[in-house]
């Protein structure tokens, strides 16, 4: 991330390790086994966190090749983003609570584990997509706009 988004890749690597810490802060809370199909599903969940950074960065990116400036290019960038990270959230939501409930009817208690995981993470993904890592770049560009781009975003 960091070699092809710059800037904004070192932020989504920085959001993803405290995705981590949250995530297993919160296995660790509830408590949750992580057996090998929980393992599979957090993994799934992290693929989840970095495919809306990714998302968003790309938007970003195409807000700054049509001229606005950091600023205005991360806000639009979210909020073009945000549609797509939503429904695929929500979908990957109602898949968990379908495998929950197979799990629960058939005894499957490997099935359970996995959507249990994979909800938590994706729930946590979705905070540290969208909270962590807009707050983080409003943060850095809030008073530093680079004029030349280029370098700083990967353009």
């Not at 919160?26 to 989840?48: D, E, K, M, N």
């Not at 249990?116 to 707050?135: D, E, K, N």
């Amino acid at each position: 991330m960091a070699l092809f988004y710059r800037v904004p890749g070192l932020v989504a690597d920085v959001a993803i390790l405290f995705y981590a810490i949250l995530a297993f802060a919160i296995f660790r809370y509830i408590p949750v086994t992580l057996t090998l199909a929980g393992v599979a599903g957090f993994l799934l969940s992290t693929g989840s966190a970095l495919d809306a950074n990714i998302l968003i960065f790309e938007r970003l990116r195409e807000e700054l090749r049509a001229g606005r400036n950091v600023k205005t290019a991360i806000q639009l960038g979210w909020q073009r983003a945000w549609p797509s990270i939503r429904d695929s959230n929500i979908a990957t939501l109602i898949t968990c609570a379908i495998l929950f409930w197979f799990g629960s009817q058939f005894g499957a208690t490997i099935v359970k584990g996995f959507s249990i995981t994979l909800a938590l993470g994706v729930v946590v993904s979705l905070f540290t997509a969208i909270i962590v890592t807009r707050t983080i770049l409003n943060l850095i560009f809030k008073k530093f706009s680079p004029t030349n781009k280029d370098p700083w975003f990967g353009l």
